[in-house]
Structures are given as C-alpha cells and as structure tokens.
C-alpha cells in the first residue's frame, strides 16, 4: 500500500506501562487527529508538538519540552507512528515518560491497528533530499543521499562478539527488512546499569522491557528475537528520531555508531541547510511509484 494521503486512527485508545527510567506508572491515550493537525503530546495541559525544535535532552532517549513541560522516551513511538504510517494523532500522557512496554515498538504498533486507521481527505506530504548531508560527532556519523529508494541503514563497531560489526538496513517497502524491526528491543551492558542508575536512569528496566548483555552472553532467558536484534532496534531508533522531521524521508540514511543526539543534529542540518524540498504526494508520485514509501505491515 502506497500512501497518497493523511492518516489518523479511527478512535481513541490506551496503552499503560511504566517509564524505562523514572519506573513510574503510565497511562497514555492516542486520540484522532484532523488533517494536518500533526503529532502532537498533551501533558499539564500543554500541546507538544513532535518536532525537532522541541527536542530537550538525549541521555540514553529522546526528550521534549514545551514552557518545561517534558515528555521523555518518544523514540519507539515516534517509530510506531512511522511504522503505520500516521501523520496526524494526539497524545495524551499522565506522567513524563512514555512507557516503555517490552523494549522495542511492538505495542505501540499493535495498539495503533487495534484502533484501526483512519484515511483523511489531505495529502500526504514527503521531505525529499534534494543534496547530500553529512554531519558527525567524533569517529560517529550520519550520512543522507539523495535516492528514489528510501534506505535506513545502521553500522554498529562494538566490542563484543554478539553485537560487533553487523548492520542492519531497513527498507519501507521490503517485506524482509520491515519483518521483525519494530520488534527489535532496546539494550543495555550489565556493566552500565549501576551507571544508568547513578544518573537517575533506568529505574523501570528490567529483563522484561530490555535485552541485557555481560561480555558476549545476553542474560535474557529467552534469548534474542533476532541475531542482529541490537542493530535492528538501532534502526528502530533512527526512523523513530527522524521522524521528528514531521514528515516521512525519501533518500538514503547511512548512520555509523549514530545515537539519538546525532540523530537530532542530523535532522536540525536537514532543515537548517536546505537540503530537503517538502513536497505533496501528487508532485512525486513517480518517486512514490518507484520507492513504495511506508509500506504498511
């Protein structure tokens, strides 16, 4: 399925859980939107909208903020809403930080169908990469082609025999690479949890919401859903923070070792540097014809 136009859900729908790093209970509400109404968070009556120019800090997610009014965690439901392609949806939320459910975008995607999808009578608008960017921190960096085949690929360079050097490239309209990505659950080092915690951070992880790795055994009894499931979730990451553009990318995205503040920055040097044209379905319609953008699993 090809989306020519904006899509919402059909009526409202709660998800709770707790927060991955502030262990609190959460309850969130998805409620439809009209057309180009946009992503927006709803906390203490203040409408955030999911935009990168709202974006607040990045350790270990991705945080925003509005008059200090703070939604964390938005990263795998950002993904989810890529993932079924919405474009227009309010969410409400009772405490700061999303829950995070099993660690990857799984319920948030299920959640999303279960409310069913709604097709508005608008347009569905592309950010076209027009020229090439590259932006990095360190040895770490994103790269972005200009391509009528939407691409998301990650390299990973750890230290460690199960996670190493693999790479993992997603593909909208590729059944292989859609298969299994939203799944992907996010990951930690035994050895950084009492790092995490010294922060403030991960009070609500557990192995139920999280893979957890000591030297090269992963502590989860179940194991790992995929062999390259860590790169996979980076991935998962990286469609969630881009999405944060606003609309949906047709190019290629190369990211090396990237995390969610260089994904961030790579989003600010796609509008600041004039790099993409943002363009209606029926201008790029042989682009969409040939790239197949957001095929919808």
Known sequence: MICQFQRTIKKPVIIEGIGLHTGKKVKV???????????????????????????????????????????????????AFYFTAIDNIYIEIDEE??????GSSKDFVDAIKSAGIQTLNEEKFYAILESPVFINQGDKYIEGKPSSI?????QA??????????????????????????????YCFLEEVEYLKSLGLAKGGSLKNAIVFHNNTVLNQEGLRFEDEPVRHKVLDLVGDL?????????????????????AEFVKALLYTDSISIKPASEIRDIIKESSLLKVG
Do not use: Q
Request: net charge positive.
């Open 97 to 102: 930080e999303l829950p995070i459910l099993d």
């Open 243 to 263: 999405y944060l553009l606003g609309y949906p990318i047709i190019g290629e995205i190369y990211s090396f070792k990237g995390g969610h503040r260089l994904n």
């Open 29 to 79: 509400k998805l409620y439809p939107a009209k057309k180009n109404e946009g992503i927006n968070f709803i906390r203490k009556n203040t409408i955030i909208p999911a935009k990168i120019e709202y974006t607040h800090s990045f350790d270990y997610s991705t945080s925003l903020m509005k008059n200090e009014v703070a939604i964390r965690t938005v990263e795998h439901l950002m993904a």
């Open 157 to 186: 360079d750890y230290n460690n025999d199960i996670i190493g050097k693999k790479s993992f490239t997603y593909i909208p309209n590729d059944k292989e690479s859609y298969k299994g990505l939203f799944s992907a659950r996010t």
């Open 150 to 154: 939407t691409k998301f690929t990650y």
